[in-house]
């Protein structure tokens, strides 16, 4: 089993900066990539970004492009999300996920691992 566990979250002003970290523990095995989610109250569940995990590279919903930047360090099984120049509509609780196949990588669906959440709160 896979145990994805974040941390950063918090609350801050608008214009204000987290990074969130996702670590992976558990059983080893290549992920395919990993990704960042959200999910405000009332809404579904949105993808933020994704990294695969060999080549690096990144993918991100157009609101957050520039101000989001997601990284990994494969030596500690850590997933990064930098998150610059917050909004409030950037509230939400962040998911980190794991994919292990090439699939859609802005598809919740085609994550087989999740963490528990980490609510990000932005006041104006």
């Known amino acids: 089993q896979v145990q994805l566990v974040e941390s950063g979250g918090g609350s801050v002003q608008a214009g204000g900066s987290l990074r969130l970290s996702c670590a992976a523990s558990?059983?080893?095995?290549?992920?395919?990539?990993m990704a960042w989610f959200r999910q405000a109250p009332g809404r579904e569940r949105e993808f933020v970004a994704a990294?695969?995990?060999?080549?690096?590279?990144?993918y991100y919903l157009d609101s957050v492009k520039g101000r989001f930047t997601i990284s990994r360090d494969v030596a500690k099984n850590t997933v990064y999300l930098q998150m610059n120049s917050l909004k409030p509509e950037d509230t939400a609780v962040y998911y980190c996920?794991?994919?292990?196949?090439?699939?859609?990588?802005?598809?919740?669906?085609?994550?087989?691992?999740w963490g528990q959440g980490t609510q990000v709160t932005v006041s104006s």
């Open positions: 996920a794991a994919a292990l196949t090439a699939s859609s990588l802005s598809n919740s669906g085609n994550y087989a691992y």
């Open positions: 558990g059983r080893t095995f290549n992920y395919y990539a």
């Open positions: 990294i695969t995990w060999s080549g690096g590279r990144t």
